[in-house]
């Protein structure tokens, strides 16, 4: 069974930057396709980020142009950069698998964007 666990949360500032990871207990991404979803408190978990087995990328309106997805196949590790943070960013972060595999989530990190 496949596990994921994110890492790289933290605190940052409005306009700050953080790198969130998600690494894979095996090699998945030949098989499935990868996506951020976020979770802030009192609301549903939302869709912020997508990069499919063959390498295309989506993003939310919420995140586009300051998110970027990617993937280090050598690392089982699926990343997502994010700039220029803001207040409304607050939110714990999962990664999910899907599609070759049942859907497979990770525990979550938490990123927090104060001043």
């Known amino acids: 069974q496949v596990q994921l666990m994110e890492s790289g949360g933290g605190l940052v500032q409005p306009g700050g930057s953080l790198r969130l990871s998600c690494v894979a207990s095996?090699?998945?991404?030949?098989?499935?396709?990868m996506a951020w979803y976020r979770q802030a408190p009192g609301n549903q978990r939302e869709y912020i980020a997508g990069?499919?087995?063959?390498?295309?990328?989506s993003y939310s309106d919420s995140v586009k142009g300051r998110f970027t997805i990617s993937r280090d196949n050598a690392k089982n590790t699926l990343y997502l950069q994010m700039n220029s943070l803001r207040p409304e960013d607050t939110a714990v972060y999962y990664c999910?698998?899907?599609?070759?595999?049942?859907?497979?989530w990770g525990q979550g990190t938490q990123v927090t964007v104060s001043s």
């Open positions: 999910k698998a899907t599609g070759g595999l049942p859907n497979t």
């Open positions: 095996t090699n998945i991404f030949r098989i499935a396709d």
């Open positions: 990069l499919t087995k063959g390498g295309s990328t």
